[in-house]
């Protein structure tokens, strides 16, 4: 008899932690979808075209009182880059809203590689979308590189 009561309460205490590993998986699934919404966000988009590759990730986008951030690196094996990146550099909303960056924190202009973070200040309202292009001296478009948010 003691053996079956004994058991009994051991099952209470497993039950009641499935419901707590339960009630704390709910709890914690909105902040996991939102921690993928900024790492799908994040991704690095490359474009190379006339012997330079321009590489963009997102840093910290969509984080409200913050500067969005750019980690922005050039490459190349032929050419000098001596883009003006806070000079060449416009962030776009969905919505038609044209920003210019706040700042440029990287290498200075000239060399074969270059990185470094373009800053912009956060558009409000939110965008659904938004795309940073860069226009480098030489080439006939844009580099353009888009997030949906």
Avoid at 3 to 25: D, E, F, K, N, P
Avoid at 34 to 44: K, P
Avoid at 62 to 76: C, M, N, Y
Wanted: some cysteine.
């Amino acid at each position: 008899m003691v053996y079956t009561r004994g058991c009994r309460i051991g099952q209470r205490w497993m039950l009641a932690g499935w419901v707590a590993c339960a009630s704390l998986g709910l709890a914690t699934s909105p902040s996991v979808a939102l921690a993928q919404t900024s790492l799908d966000a994040s991704a690095a988009q490359s474009s190379s075209e006339q012997g330079v590759t321009v590489k963009v990730t997102a840093k910290s986008i969509g984080l409200p009182d913050s500067q969005w951030e750019f980690a922005v690196v050039l490459d190349t094996h032929s050419a000098d880059l001596s883009d003006d990146l806070a000079q060449s550099a416009i962030l776009t909303t969905d919505d038609g809203r044209r920003f210019k960056p706040t700042g440029w924190l990287g290498a200075p202009p000239g060399g074969h590689h270059r990185e470094g973070v373009l800053a912009f200040d956060v558009p409000a309202p939110r965008p659904g979308a938004i795309e940073l292009r860069i226009d480098r001296p030489g080439e006939s478009a844009p580099r353009t590189f888009r997030w949906q948010l």
